[in-house]
């Protein structure tokens, strides 16, 4: 009888420990990332809300695009090479960037790409181990 509680105590510890680790990645939505830009461009420039909002609109545009492009290219079970998914991602990229240009000057523009997006890009968590 010891041997069942002790192995039942052991079966809900291993489940409790596995839940509390997360679910993994989650991918941000198109309403998320557009809000984190919007946000990013505000406070570093402080535009026209006219401006923004019309950013916002075509971002959220894009970004819906972009993930339903994504899902088209995993719906086939297998996943696509690299530089498939490199040059699609690219196109959305550079899309981005001409929006962005739309509405910043040229030195707002070259303060955008070398430190507000960089700052932006997913950071890999510390110590990881190398699998």
Known sequence: MKKITLMIVAFFAITA??????GGFNRKTPE???AE??????????????????LDTALTALYRAQ?????????????????TM???MKKYTDARDEMIKSVVTEEQ???WKEKIEPSM????????GGN
Do not use: V, W
Not at 37 to 54: R, W
Not at 121 to 128: D, I, V
């Open 17 to 22: 420990t596995m839940n509390a680790q997360g």
């Open 32 to 34: 998320e990332r557009t």
């Open 37 to 54: 830009i919007h946000a990013k461009l505000d406070s570093a420039f402080k535009l026209e809300p006219a401006k923004l909002t019309k």
């Open 67 to 83: 993930q339903t492009k994504m899902q088209e290219m995993f719906a086939g079970g297998t996943r696509p090479d690299r530089e």
């Open 86 to 88: 490199m040059a699609e």
């Open 109 to 111: 523009y070259a303060i």
């Open 121 to 128: 890009r997913p950071q890999r968590p510390a110590g990881g």
